[in-house]
């Protein structure tokens, strides 16, 4: 039988869990949208991600009172401390998420700029999203974490490329029609949210790695 601190635990990293999923289904979602051209996707993906950050402060809320209430030993301390972070990563993830498919609104519907950069917001997005499935995998799971947490540096390297690669073709295009250089400079803007959604994973990993095995706290 567990005690009411392990409970507690438990509920908590069941509750980050839950809201993690709803984030991984909205971003598939938002996959689907960019494949299809389909910006009512984006408004469904958006409607799903609106209550992340009030979950994510009820499961703050829970951690305090545990923090508070429950004489919890170092490994469950290193959890309640991990998961506080993990909340507020989900929450700016979930932000970058829905800040994506804002704009991507704009630009499916003006394929004129989309046709440019089709090809790598697609493989962005889809290596962040795989990022972010990872890292939340992990948070339940058994095993010591190290093989997820490389895998979603993978996914993060690969980011990184990419938007590197995104960035010098539209910096080529800007070179030749001055006349779209503010649409441009947003479109590069909208792919750094995917960026920064990969590196929130490496920090999710990282804090469960943290959570996990001890050691030294230290996401960036």
Same mark, same amino acid.
């Given at each position: 039988?567990?005690?009411?601190?392990?409970?507690?635990?438990?509920?908590?990293?069941?509750?980050?869990?839950?809201?993690?999923?709803?984030?991984?289904?909205?971003?598939?979602?938002?996959?689907?949208?960019?494949?299809?051209?389909?910006?009512?996707? #984006?408004?469904?993906?958006?409607?799903? !991600?609106?209550?992340?950050? =009030?979950? $994510?402060? /009820? @499961?703050?809320? &829970?951690? +305090?009172?545990?923090?508070?209430?429950?004489g919890a030993e170092a490994k469950d301390l290193r959890s309640l401390v991990s998961y506080l972070k993990i909340t507020n990563?989900?929450?700016?993830?979930?932000?970058?998420?829905?800040?994506?498919?804002?704009?991507?609104?704009?630009?499916?519907?003006?394929?004129?700029?989309?046709?440019? #950069?089709?090809?790598?917001?697609?493989? !962005?997005?889809?290596?962040? =999203?795989? $990022?972010? /499935? @990872?890292?939340? &995998?992990? +948070?339940?799971?058994?095993?010591?974490?190290?093989?997820?947490?490389?895998?979603?540096?993978?996914?993060?390297?690969?980011?990184?490329?990419?938007?590197?690669?995104?960035?010098?073709?539209?910096?080529?295009?800007?070179?030749k029609e001055l006349d779209f250089g503010a649409s441009h400079i947003q479109i590069l803007s909208t792919m750094r949210k995917?960026?920064?959604?990969?590196?929130?994973?490496?920090? =999710?990993?990282?804090?469960?790695?943290?959570?996990?095995?001890?050691?030294?706290?230290?996401?960036?």
């Amino acid at each position: 039988m567990l005690s009411r601190n392990e409970e507690k635990l438990d509920k908590i990293r069941k509750d980050i869990e839950k809201s993690g999923l709803i984030i991984i289904k909205a971003g598939e979602i938002i996959f689907e949208g960019l494949k299809k051209f389909d910006a009512k996707e #984006f408004e469904n993906a958006k409607n799903m !991600l609106k209550n992340i950050e =009030i979950n $994510a402060n /009820a @499961i703050d809320n &829970d951690i +305090i009172t545990s923090l508070a209430l429950f004489g919890a030993e170092a490994k469950d301390l290193r959890s309640l401390v991990s998961y506080l972070k993990i909340t507020n990563e989900m929450v700016r993830i979930a932000d970058n998420m829905r800040g994506f498919a804002k704009n991507m609104t704009i630009y499916i519907t003006d394929a004129s700029y989309f046709h440019i #950069f089709k090809e790598y917001a697609l493989q !962005l997005y889809k290596s962040s =999203i795989s $990022a972010v /499935a @990872i890292a939340i &995998d992990m +948070i339940n799971s058994q095993d010591d974490g190290e093989n997820a947490y490389m895998k979603v540096k993978v996914e993060e390297s690969k980011s990184d490329d990419l938007y590197s690669i995104l960035e010098k073709n539209i910096l080529s295009v800007l070179g030749k029609e001055l006349d779209f250089g503010a649409s441009h400079i947003q479109i590069l803007s909208t792919m750094r949210k995917l960026e920064k959604m990969a590196d929130r994973c490496v920090a =999710i990993a990282k804090l469960v790695l943290y959570a996990k095995s001890g050691g030294e706290l230290r996401l960036y």
